[in-house]
C-alpha cells in the first residue's frame, strides 16, 4: 500500500510533458519550458544557479530581447529539480538555446489516475479486510479448545 502512495506521489507531476526544444518562442502568458545555453548559465547563475538547464514557468513578457518567466521550477544538468513559487526571472534571448513548450500527456494522467485508484482500493480493502483474512485473534472469538 505504501508503493502505490509513493507512485502516486512520483506522478504527481504527471498530466503534463515538455515536448522537443523549438527556437520560435511560444506566445505570451503560455506555460514553457525555457532551455539555456552555455552562456545562459553563466549569465544567471548568481540568479537560479551554476549549472541550470531550463527553467520552467508561464512566459510574462518578451521585449527588447529578452524573455521574463514567473517561474515555477528549475531542471539542473543532473535532472534535478527545484520548486520555486513565480519569481520573475529575465533572461536575454541570447542566452537562450530553445524553448519547450509544456503539453498535456494522456499516458501520465492516466497513470495518475489508475495510481490513486489503485491507492483508495487497497487503502478499503485493507480497512474493511474484505479478502476475509481468517483472524484467530478477533474480539468475542471463543477460546480455542484442544
Known amino acids: 500500500m505504501v508503493a502505490v502512495w509513493s507512485w502516486t506521489l512520483l506522478l504527481q507531476i504527471g498530466c503534463y510533458s515538455h515536448g522537443p526544444i523549438q527556437t520560435a518562442p511560444p506566445p505570451v502568458a503560455e506555460q514553457v519550458g525555457v532551455v539555456l545555453n552555455d552562456r545562459g548559465r553563466a549569465l544567471l547563475a548568481d540568479r537560479v544557479g551554476p549549472i541550470i538547464q531550463r527553467i520552467e514557468g508561464r512566459q510574462v513578457k518578451r521585449q ?79 477460546p480455542s479448545q484442544s
Open 64 to 142: 527588447n530581447g529578452e524573455v521574463t518567466v514567473a517561474v515555477s521550477q528549475v531542471v539542473d544538468l543532473r535532472g534535478n529539480t527545484t520548486k520555486w513559487t513565480g519569481e520573475e526571472v529575465t533572461i536575454p534571448e541570447d542566452a537562450i538555446m530553445g524553448y519547450q513548450p509544456r503539453k498535456f500527456s494522456k499516458l501520465k494522467t492516466f497513470l495518475l489516475v489508475g495510481a490513486v485508484v489503485a491507492g483508495i482500493a487497497a487503502t478499503i480493502a485493507g480497512a474493511l479486510d474484505i479478502f476475509g483474512t481468517p483472524r484467530s485473534d478477533l474480539p468475542g472469538d471463543p
